[in-house]
């Protein structure tokens, strides 16, 4: 046995010892000529398709095989390198030196309409934008990203509390992930994440490689306009900088500026290879919500005249609350393997028409011929106009598109990590690493690494206590869990605390309630939701059972849904929160809610078709009376104020009485969203909700049935949503709806057309749901009515004209509401919105207007808007 061990000793000593010996490659620095290091540069080596990229140290290490290369380094302002290397038996030592670019000034005509040199190259590479994410039939490649991050600022608050904590504000956390990528044109997009490792932290559900998997060559980058979007122009200006010559091509140095600055757009230099109009490298930084991103990356030829990025570099900063910190990804990109469009060959002969006389027109792209406007432009090599060669690239992805069997799915991405890839040691990592880690980063990964696995043991074990843990613990029993009875079966317990309420007409109520799920497979499923309320001031309990059965997967599931029981309702059930409404009437004494009892049984249907078409159908029948308020507590007593009876205060039906009301309804919603377009992620189809409008018409019917139904009346209703760009400036939120009810409608109160009013100090998550100051029911109807909601998400328009205020992530909006009915005089709000006010909050200034006149003028304070964006 002893024997055994030593041997075991020995070997893994003499494979620890080997492994420099078997790795070969290149390794050493880069610098500038003062001995600087230069942080991420690039280098690569296009014979093998591979590379890396220096550290913040400007170090560097490439593993590849024995053999004589042309490496190139290059690193932004500086003149590239290109070196001959002979790599042998281990590594070969190779320290850079780089010169910074010296720029060339191109021979311009002075004249008062002349035109800077940088437009015709921004033209030329804009229209060939599509055409380079065209040019690949596929890829595949490894993509090796490291991330570090480190806290910059903590307010005086918190210091004490990470003192206690023992946490290290000076230390930094590093991230490191190796992902094997493919891509297939048009859309789909694989991930492998096969080895990812970080400094304390469970990286089990990361995607390490979100940041690099867009394109400057399309017209949004990270929420920003791309200086190659169609619209550049509208919010960029150019400006030629100089170029150089590098492997015999000229590449052009592009200063780009916002028109105005503030989020979605970027500022900083872009390089264009002349001729060839693609992306050489770029520098440039943007904001979102206040928060700065600076991109670096460098591209490279990996197959003939086709460039890829090679070395990519994020830069995350900012500051919440005084907390600031800063992460910075680096991505390196090697071993491509690329299969190039054979349809499009390199050479294009592209001509700016706004400068230059425009070429004669080929008659094939002018009648949508493809195929033969593909031949004459990329094999007899014609001269092609802009605007042609544009409409030429248009319609080859129009026709490609076509023979898809998902056209509206516009990209599909799948991402998967290895089962031991967070499992990978530190012996893996030194062989795979090619940039190397910094000694703040080597500092960082070593953490008492067993301190955190203990943590991690127990929050598993806390976590195993939640799921199948005991129900009548205290913590289960006033906050909830989820709790497995068996195979297939669960329950779901929302806890006691949050469903403890206060209304006027039950006073202090507490629900039972929860949802056991049965799940079959992930086609069928059965959700039976009980739920048991009693009243401590009315002294009455309430109970209510509702079964949900699914059939069909999720893009096209169906719910077959049954309920009933004797319950509680709101006259209108989306007035308002119960949470909300106990915090105004225990504080405030404002009972905005309204009460009425339903004994009940409903049956119901609805069925989606692939996210873009929605059935609904029911029919119930129902018992309404009235209740009364039986408390009038409240916390505090405000100014002798009393509560509001529970009846609705309504102009159309001053006299709401009832008891014993029958009502048998049945009901028919169809909603239609024709153009959306899909996302699809590891095979789950997301819906882009922005990009269609939605159509919806409902019908409901009261149907008078002798003894079993008082009611009678047909209720029509057409209604609209859709966001409408305003080109570069702002942005329209619409959403409207019209009714009406036929004849001479015989109903009860809570079978109105309700709308979404407001009388809190909270503004609406929804910017065009709601209106702003709005009665819950004085102005509900049982006639004709309209109602439209607009919201306008300006780019910039007074205090955001001031590039500060822009840049802090502050947006301003304005709003107006609409409603006429034959009650509400034509009833008008007009809002102003300073939006994502210290990145969290959005305060809106509302004028109410009545009869043209101003009736109210109120402040409603909310959560920003980018939340329920």
Not at 223 to 235: E, Q
Not at 519 to 540: C, E, H, M, W
Not at 600 to 612: C, G, P
Not at 637 to 653: A, H, I, Q, Y
Request: hydrophobic letters at 40%.
């Amino acid at each position: 046995m002893l024997m055994r061990f030593k041997l075991s000793i020995t070997a893994l000593l003499l494979y620890i010892i080997c492994i420099p010996l078997v790795a070969q490659g290149i390794k050493g620095s880069i610098k500038d000529i003062s001995g600087e290091a230069l942080p991420f540069a690039s280098i690569y080596v296009k014979a093998l398709g591979t590379g890396t990229s220096s550290n913040l140290e400007g170090n560097f290490s490439l593993n590849i095989p024995p053999g004589a290369y042309n490496v190139t380094f290059q690193f932004m302002g500086y003149t590239s390198q290109v070196r001959q290397v002979e790599v042998g038996q281990g590594f070969s030592t190779i320290n850079v030196v780089l010169t910074p670019q010296i720029y060339q000034l191109a021979e311009v005509v002075v004249s008062a309409n002349a035109e800077d040199p940088s437009y015709t190259i921004m033209r030329k590479a804009i229209t060939k934008a599509k055409y380079h994410l065209l040019q690949n039939d596929s890829y595949s490649a490894e993509v090796y990203v490291k991330g570090t991050g480190q806290l910059t600022q903590v307010p005086w608050f918190l210091k004490k509390t990470f003192e206690k904590e023992g946490v290290d504000t000076s230390q930094v956390f590093t991230s490191e992930s190796v992902s094997e990528i493919y891509f297939e044109r048009p859309n789909t997009f694989k991930e492998n994440v096969i080895s990812v490792r970080a400094s304390g932290q469970d990286m089990a559900n990361a995607n390490p490689n979100a940041y690099i998997n867009s394109s400057f060559y399309l017209p949004k980058v990270v929420n920003a306009i791309s200086p190659l979007s169609p619209s550049a122009f509208s919010y960029y200006r150019f400006e030629y900088q100089g170029s150089f010559m590098e492997g015999g091509v000229e590449i052009n140095k592009i200063k780009v500026t916002p028109r105005s600055n503030g989020d979605e757009v970027f500022t900083g230099e872009i390089y264009i290879r002349e001729n060839f109009w693609n992306i050489h490298s770029l520098d440039l930084t943007t904001s979102l919500y206040g928060f700065d991103i600076h991109v670096k990356q460098i591209y490279a030829p990996v197959n003939d005249d086709i460039w890829m990025p090679v070395t990519q570099q994020y830069d995350f900063s900012g500051k919440v609350f005084g907390l600031g910190g800063t992460y910075t990804y680096l991505a390196s990109v090697s071993n491509y393997k690329i299969v190039p469009n054979e349809d499009l060959g390199d050479a294009v002969i592209l001509v700016d028409e706004k400068i230059a006389p425009a070429p004669e027109e080929i008659q094939a792209i002018s009648n949508k011929n493809v195929e033969k406007g593909v031949q004459e432009v990329f094999e007899e090599e014609k001269e092609v106009s802009r605007k042609q060669f544009k409409k030429l690239m248009k319609e080859y992805e129009k026709a490609e598109l076509e023979q898809e069997e998902e056209p509206d799915v516009i990209s599909d991405y799948s991402f998967k990590m290895d089962t031991l890839a967070a499992r990978k040691d530190s012996i893996y990592w030194a062989r795979i690493r090619p940039v190397p880690l910094t000694t703040k980063e080597i500092q960082g990964y070593q953490r008492d690494d067993s301190v955190y696995v203990a943590e991690k043991v127990k929050r598993d074990a806390d976590s195993l206590v939640l799921r199948n843990g005991n129900p009548l613990r205290l913590n289960g029993l006033l906050f909830g869990g989820y709790y497995k009875l068996g195979e297939r079966l669960r329950y779901r317990f929302p806890g006691f605390l949050p469903q403890l309420q206060f209304n006027a007409v039950e006073g202090l109520n507490l629900t039972f309630t929860g949802n056991f799920e049965w799940r079959n497979d992930t086609t069928s499923r059965l959700k039976i939701y009980p739920s048991v309320r009693y009243g401590f001031a009315s002294d009455q309990l309430y109970g209510k059972v509702e079964s949900v059965f699914g059939v069909g997967n999720r893009v096209n599931r169906g719910n077959f849904r049954v309920s009933g029981g004797s319950y509680i309702e709101q006259f209108n059930p989306a007035a308002i929160g119960p949470f909300i409404n106990s915090i105004y009437t225990l504080l405030y004494r404002r009972n905005y809610m309204k009460l009425y009892e339903k004994d009940f049984v409903k049956v119901s249907f609805d069925k989606r078709f692939r996210y873009k078409y929605r059935l609904e159908t029911s029919i119930e029948w129902a018992n309404r009376s009235q209740l009364v308020n039986n408390s009038d507590f409240s916390i505090f007593d405000v100014e002798n104020r009393l509560l509001k009876l529970n009846r609705p205060n309504s102009l159309e039906t001053p006299n709401i009485d009832f008891n014993n009301n029958k009502a048998l309804i049945a009901s028919l919603t169809l909603t239609a969203k024709p153009w959306l377009k899909f996302r699809r992620y590891n095979g789950q189809l997301i819906p882009l909700e922005s990009s269609s409008p939605e159509i919806r018409f409902s019908y409901r019917k009261g149907i008078n049935a002798a003894f079993y139904s008082d009611v009678q009346f047909d209720h029509l209703e057409l209604g609209l949503k859709k966001d409408i760009a305003l080109g570069v400036r702002a942005v329209v939120d619409i959403d409207a709806e019209v009714g009406t009810f036929l004849g001479d409608p015989k109903l009860q109160f809570m079978d109105f057309k309700h709308f979404g009013g407001n009388r809190l100090g909270f503004a609406p998550i929804d910017v065009s749901g709601n209106f702003r100051a709005l009665d819950y029911y004085k102005y509900s109807t049982a006639g004709d009515y309209f109602s439209i909601r607009t919201h306008v998400r300006f780019r910039k328009l007074l205090f955001t004209q001031l590039p500060m205020v822009r840049l802090s992530g502050v947006k301003e909006n304005l709003f107006v509401n609409y409603l006429n009915t034959m009650t509400s005089d034509d009833y008008m709000e007009l809002g102003y919105t300073l939006d994502n006010v210290l990145r969290i909050l959005r305060i809106e200034f509302v004028q109410s207007l009545q009869g043209w006149e101003a009736r109210e003028f109120v402040i409603r304070i909310g959560v920003a808007s980018l939340f329920n964006n």
